[in-house]
């Protein structure tokens, strides 16, 4: 899927992360599902902000030529998070991208606040790859409520901006972030609560709330999770969680195929789960004889618990995750630290960087990255717990806050 290649930076595979590449083989199951949300799309209010910011900017600009129209609508957008940042958190909003500094600056003693692009003025070391910019227009895309570069609202896009901006004195707070003269915290003050108050409007935000989680047309097992979803909000379900949420939707779901993705899902996970535990309990045995890792590892777990045959077909490097599937199913632990290790080996030279860990002359272990504090986990873990969230983490906070669930997220 194209969609791939659009993850949130932040969670991309580099040289000092995803030593293993599971970022790729995760996603890929959780896109099955969820074909619209990322890892850190989680706001329903941070989604409403970004759309304003958008139909905005893009209105202010849409008389300039192309090459510097696209560099004055992300200018033009930046400075609109800046204000809207301090806006909501004067007004007690807690999910702002860039809390800390924003938090810093307003409640400075005689602080003033002024917007652009200095390191003075973001409120992120790289705000528009790290703000609402870079890391919900993806989600926003693929949704169906932004097109191209600039971010441009579809039809749907507008409505549910126009909805926020009439509830808004647009002008004066355009006029105050495209102005260069600074500003203080009680020049915002009146502007905080509407703020506020128009981005959690609620006929807003059920239309956005439905758009979202609903994805792209085409995304019809998306739909009827959402469908799901509803109903479970509605039950007495106190506490959630990506494998309870699975549960859920799989006890109540119409459709085979949504409950076969979602078992797929569980799965692949406990493969992913049981190689983490093998790799990272190696990265605390620098110098260590191989043979002291195999007799800690081996007789210490049972891996019944794994599926006995898995489609893996679809994700890069599937055939080594299958030989760590197949050793562990044999109990070969000694085999499947090896494919582990190759697995690692491959990942950082497809990367161009060495190995996190390797055998050294045969008999000895070799840790360049290192862990202090990685333990091995426990049997109940190895069935039960979750390294990945395949993008559910999201979309459960955002059904939990728009439909008002009440659930306690674990």
């Not at 996603?27 to 989680?42: D, P």
């Not at 800690?296 to 891996?303: E, F, I, P, V």
Request: charged share 25%; aromatic share 8%.
């Amino acid at each position: 899927m194209a969609f791939l290649s659009l993850l949130d930076d932040r969670a991309k595979p580099k040289g000092s992360r995803d030593p293993l590449g599971f970022e790729l083989v995760w996603s890929h199951y959780g896109r099955q599902v969820i074909g619209n949300l990322t890892t850190v799309t989680a706001s329903l209010n941070n989604f409403a902000v970004a759309l304003v910011g958008f139909q905005w900017a893009n209105e202010l600009h849409a008389h300039l030529p192309e090459h510097e129209r696209q560099i004055r609508i992300r200018d033009s957008f930046l400075r609109y998070e800046q204000l809207t940042g301090y806006l909501r958190h004067i007004a007690n909003e807690t999910d702002i991208m860039g809390i800390t500094r924003v938090k810093r600056r307003v409640d400075e003693v005689n602080g003033k606040l002024s917007f652009g692009m200095g390191a003075d003025q973001q409120i992120l070391s790289d705000q528009a790859s790290y703000g609402l910019w870079g890391l919900y227009s993806a989600a926003m895309r693929e949704t169906g409520l932004v097109r191209g570069a600039n971010r441009t609202p579809t039809d749907t896009g507008y409505f549910i901006a126009h909805e926020i901006e009439k509830r808004l004195d647009k002008e004066q707070l355009i006029a105050m972030f495209m102005s260069d003269r600074k500003v203080q915290r009680d020049d915002l003050e009146s502007f905080a609560l509407p703020y506020r108050s128009a981005i959690r409007n609620t006929k807003m935000q059920e239309q956005l709330l439905h758009t979202l989680m609903n994805g792209h047309q085409d995304q019809l097992l998306q739909q009827e999770m959402w469908r799901v979803t509803q109903a479970v909000a509605k039950s007495n379900t106190k506490e959630m969680s990506v494998p309870r949420f699975i549960k859920h939707v799989k006890r109540r779901t119409r459709q085979v195929k949504l409950e076969q993705r979602l078992s797929s899902i569980e799965s692949v996970e406990r493969i992913l789960v049981a190689a983490n535990n093998i790799f990272h309990y190696c990265r605390r045995k620098d110098g260590e004889p191989l043979n002291a890792i195999l007799e800690a590892l081996s007789n210490r777990y049972s891996y019944a618990h794994l599926p006995e045959t898995m489609d893996l077909s679809g994700v890069p490097r599937a055939d080594i995750l299958t030989s760590i599937l197949h050793s562990l199913l044999a109990n070969n632990v000694g085999d499947a630290l090896n494919h582990v290790l190759e697995l690692n080996r491959v990942v950082m030279d497809q990367r161009g960087g060495a190995p996190w860990v390797e055998i050294e002359g045969g008999d000895t272990l070799r840790v360049r990255v290192q862990s202090e504090t990685t333990e091995l986990r426990d049997q109940t873990y190895l069935e039960e717990g979750w390294d990945y969230d395949y993008f559910l983490g999201s979309f459960i906070r955002i059904a939990n806050d728009g439909l008002g669930a009440g659930w306690k997220l674990r």
